[in-house]
């Protein structure tokens, strides 16, 4: 099996991974962020990170946790297809000689290429699954009519081209480079470095799977510590309607969030998120690992 069909598989085994473990911290972090602000002297609809949860399972049931799963789920090959595949065909070219390890500088290239593929997949795909996990408050905030709520992603795929066209469903382009880009260029920058501080040099090929586990968790932190305020714009501008748009772009939604709520504002729903992150991506690194290790 060549080298690309083996990124493709470990790949979408570590997504799959991921979005098992982190679908519902991230469906929560989702509700936090575009829960509309509240009037003046009235109370946000969740109260934090816990209520957000008490409130969706006694709405939806536990499966509410798990909204808008089938967009990622559907498209997780293609996903890390991009990511894995890109990234070790950067690492082919940054190598000094076949074989040798990279630093950790040049996988910071390496997850910045990934990132920039990637974001192209990544846009369609988180705005089908915010605009599903955003949904319910939206309309008991009367953004949207409850009778009109989509019943799946490919519903909402087609609503959303109905009022926008294909183009609708890059929406949110920009910010989405501007997380998967950065994010991905630290994330496997600090999985690289952390990985090889314990090696005590560059060969890591004899860590375990709790080294792997704590280097996969430290990265993730890493990545949503960096980039959270700019998922925050992006997730507003993906849920904002097409037609009476409060938003013009992503420096108008950034300007907006901090001129109502202030710079914390950006930070909505950064506990689950950063409660997601340390298991989801741990999970993504050893399944990738494994896998990977397992084929050769």
């Given at each position: 099996?060549?080298?690309?069909?083996?990124?493709?598989?470990?790949?979408?085994?570590?997504?799959?991974?991921?979005?098992?473990?982190?679908?519902?911290?991230?469906?929560i972090k989702v509700k936090l962020?575009?829960?509309?602000?509240?009037?003046?002297?009235?109370?946000?609809?969740?109260?934090?990170?816990?209520?957000?949860?008490?409130?969706?399972?006694?709405?939806?049931?536990?499966?509410?946790?798990?909204?808008?799963m089938g967009a990622p789920l559907?498209?997780?090959?293609?996903?890390?297809?991009?990511?894995?595949?890109?990234?070790?065909?950067?690492?082919?070219?940054?190598?000094?000689?076949?074989?040798?390890?990279?630093?950790?500088?040049?996988?910071?290239?390496?997850?910045?290429?990934?990132?920039?593929?990637?974001?192209?997949?990544?846009?369609?795909?988180?705005?089908?699954?915010?605009?599903?996990?955003?949904?319910?408050?939206?309309?008991?905030?009367?953004?949207?009519?409850?009778?009109?709520?989509?019943?799946?992603?490919?519903?909402?795929?087609?609503?959303?081209?109905?009022?926008?066209?294909?183009?609708?469903?890059?929406?949110?382009?920009?910010?989405?480079?501007?997380?998967?880009?950065?994010?991905?260029?630290?994330?496997?920058?600090?999985?690289?470095?952390?990985?090889?501080?314990?090696?005590?040099?560059?060969?890591?090929?004899?860590?375990?799977?709790?080294?792997?586990?704590?280097?996969?968790?430290?990265?993730?932190?890493?990545?949503?510590?960096?980039?959270?305020?700019?998922?925050?714009?992006?997730?507003?501008?993906?849920?904002?309607?097409?037609?009476k748009p409060r938003y013009s772009?992503?420096?108008?939604?950034?300007?907006?969030?901090?001129?109502?709520?202030?710079?914390?504002?950006?930070?909505?729903?950064?506990?689950?998120?950063?409660?997601?992150?340390?298991?989801?991506?741990?999970?993504?690194?050893?399944?990738?690992?494994?896998?990977?290790?397992?084929?050769?």
């Open positions: 099996m060549g080298d690309i069909a083996k990124d493709l598989t470990a790949g979408t085994v570590g997504g799959i991974a991921n979005l098992v473990v982190g679908h519902p911290f991230d469906t962020q575009s829960q509309p602000c509240p009037a003046p002297g009235q109370l946000p609809k969740y109260a934090g990170a816990l209520d957000a949860v008490k409130q969706t399972v006694a709405a939806e049931g536990p499966r509410g946790l798990y909204k808008g559907a498209t997780v090959a293609a996903f890390n297809a991009l990511l894995f595949t890109v990234r070790g065909q950067m690492e082919t070219l940054l190598r000094s000689e076949p074989g040798a390890p990279l630093t950790v500088n040049q996988q910071v290239v390496a997850g910045a290429g990934a990132g920039l593929a990637v974001s192209f997949l990544a846009c369609p795909t988180e705005l089908i699954k915010c605009r599903l996990q955003a949904q319910s408050s939206l309309a008991e905030a009367g953004a949207i009519s409850a009778a009109a709520l989509p019943k799946g992603p490919m519903d909402v795929a087609k609503h959303v081209m109905k009022d926008a066209g294909l183009k609708g469903l890059f929406k949110g382009l920009v910010p989405t480079m501007g997380r998967e880009i950065p994010g991905n260029a630290i994330m496997f920058g600090v999985y690289e470095a952390v990985k090889q501080y314990m090696a005590g040099g560059p060969d890591t090929s004899n860590l375990g799977q709790g080294s792997l586990i704590l280097a996969g968790g430290l990265a993730g932190g890493a990545l949503w510590l960096t980039v959270y305020p700019t998922d925050v714009v992006k997730s507003v501008i993906q849920v904002d309607d097409y037609k772009g992503s420096i108008d939604a950034l300007k907006k969030i901090v001129a109502a709520e202030g710079v914390k504002g950006l930070y909505k729903g950064f506990g689950p998120a950063m409660a997601r992150s340390v298991p989801a991506n741990a999970a993504t690194f050893v399944a990738y690992e494994i896998t990977r290790s397992a084929m050769g």
